[in-house]
């Protein structure tokens, strides 16, 4: 079976897809394929489809929903590139073998099929172990084959309950964490210039992202944009004052003071900023 879930929900099996369209059973697929290969108790599918608690007949809906996802996953199965009517491979793959009943729980068994989300945190872990080996160039390319696997936000057109919501959050976090190594590596490799246009989205997308903003301050810093630098702390600092009423932490403020040294000691004689911009913010620093 491949999942897809850094993007829409989608799952197939024998290359055909199993991905229902109503909302409930779409729903419990995705809570399935979030712990693809494991077993997820029965309460903790109910509590997903309803969050503030069961109705009656609840675990007749829930079986009936498994039974819609067993008669996708049989259509799948006898599809186009399935073994002839009568053969032992059919005896041996059901629709009851690959979305599993077991004491108290399901399991939706993916046979080793590929999964985007485990794909994305290998080569997340992959990259994070360059970074720590000071392998830069490895770090860029296996950090930028982690993102390149997202295809939109995770489980998008699935109405998601508590568990699912958990693990949206947690990939999101994943997600960013992977991003500001990315340009961490890329700005240690002296690559300012090149992730200005990336680091302008990168901020307009995560307006509170502190990091991300950091990381944009020193790029436009050391290709000489100290006023641009300036106003993207401002921006920051006015989009947390609204969204938490916070400032921003004292890392960014002293970063905010160094571009400030930097500017006034760069303007009464022009061309002294190449060499105090090393000493004063280095290559990849937020200060």
């Not at 073998?97 to 108290?104: D, E, I, N, R």
Request: net charge positive; hydrophobic share 40%; with cysteine.
């Amino acid at each position: 079976m491949d999942v897809r879930i850094l993007g829409g929900l989608s799952l197939r099996e024998n290359g055909v897809s199993i991905t229902p369209t109503a909302a409930a059973p779409r729903q419990l697929l995705a809570l399935l394929a979030a712990n693809a290969d494991q077993v997820v108790p029965v309460t903790v599918l109910m509590e997903e489809l309803w969050p503030s608690g069961p109705p009656r007949g609840a675990r007749v809906e829930l079986q009936s929903h498994i039974v819609d996802l067993r008669a996708l996953i049989t259509t799948a199965l006898r599809g186009a590139g399935a073994p002839a009517e009568g053969s032992d491979w059919l005896e041996r793959h059901t629709a009851e073998a690959v979305l599993v009943s077991l004491p108290g729980g399901y399991r939706l068994d993916t046979g080793g099929g590929s999964n985007d989300a485990w794909q994305f945190e290998r080569a997340a872990g992959a990259g994070y172990r360059a970074m720590e080996a000071g392998d830069l160039q490895r770090a860029v390319r296996r950090l930028s084959d982690a993102l390149a696997l997202w295809r939109g936000e995770p489980y998008a057109g699935v109405a998601a309950g508590p568990h699912l919501r958990t693990e949206i959050e947690r990939l999101e976090t994943s997600r960013l964490s992977v991003l500001d190594q990315w340009v961490e590596a890329q700005l240690r490799l002296g690559r300012h210039f090149e992730m200005i246009s990336d680091l302008s989205e990168l901020v307009a997308r995560y307006r509170t992202n502190e990091p991300l903003h950091g990381q944009f301050m020193v790029a436009l810093l050391r290709c000489g944009r100290q006023d641009e630098a300036l106003e993207v702390y401002q921006r920051l600092r006015n989009g947390l004052k609204k969204e938490t009423g916070m400032e921003p932490s004292a890392r960014l403020r002293r970063l905010q003071r160094s571009i400030l040294t930097v500017r006034d000691v760069a303007r009464p004689a022009f061309g002294r900023q190449t060499s105090t911009l090393p000493r004063l913010v280095p290559a990849g620093s937020l200060g």
